[in-house]
């Protein structure tokens, strides 16, 4: 086991299946799920990878065929009513009022919900819409929304937060909002549980990760370790374009795995260092030597490779 210490959320065995037209679709399959608490934890795959599924499982929005779910050692759904009052989540968007601010947004929510209206301002403070609280919704960019939908599920001050795909729709700038919010959250003590099928952009907010395909978990792990496991001992050569060959053949002889990529090779089986003197050693000098750039597709594609041809990731 990768991830452990005190669990925010923990599923074992998590199955579920759908009856389709033509059978049985299954959206879950023998799912361990193991969210640390404290931090971002990123529940990455392709789409109809089974993230939404199991987020509705947790909430008590869909049940299980078989497998169990806690939430901070709760059982859910029994116990859902326990821990409810701990978790926020957003896994559609909500519903403002377009010509009401957001600041009476809000408000109207806290009374609905039986929370104090003096934590409105608290809650616009944390996802930083302090000033622009006034404005009515409408004048909102999509980031903003967005973040006000966050504000939304802080009204009850929970300790687990959980996203499902929050940054759907939004243009970089708003994603990178989000991203920043989700950070402070977890900066302050919340737990924050986001899915999404884009890896890389989820990859430089989140502490730890579970990736899924095929409502199977393939990885888990804090992210740096993912990502150092996978970096293995490649290095990125670049050579004169007429010189390639050569080095990959004297590469290759020293049983090195070599492939080609333009003007340069990706090299696997040695260090830098070690590639750069075989070369010279035969007169064939590299013009760049870099460590491959790994990130967490990488480590999905290294995983699955032909398993996942033609879903997107
Ligand atoms: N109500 C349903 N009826 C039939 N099949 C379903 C239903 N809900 C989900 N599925 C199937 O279960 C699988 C998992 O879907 P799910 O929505 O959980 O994936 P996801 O990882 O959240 O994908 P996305 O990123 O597209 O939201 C998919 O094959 C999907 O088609």
Redesign the pocket.
Known sequence: MVIDGELAVETRGLRKS?R?LRGR?V?VENLDLRVPVGGVHGFL?P????????IRMLLGLARPDRGTATIFGHEVPRHLPDVVGRVGAIVESPRFFPAFTGRSNLRLLADAIGTPRDRVDAVLEEVGLSGRAGDPYRTYSLGMKQRLAIGATLLKDPDLLIFD?PTNGLDPAGIHEIRRTMRDLADRGRTVLV?S?ILAEVQQVADSVSIVAR?RLIAEGRVADLVAGQAGQAVRVGLASDEVAVAASVLGARGLSVERDGAALVVEGAGAAAVNRMLGEQGVWARELAPRQVDLESVFLGLTQTETAGESV
């Open positions: 759908f389709t679709r959206g795959g789409n109809g990878s089974g993230k939404t599924t199991t795909e899915s099928h409502g």
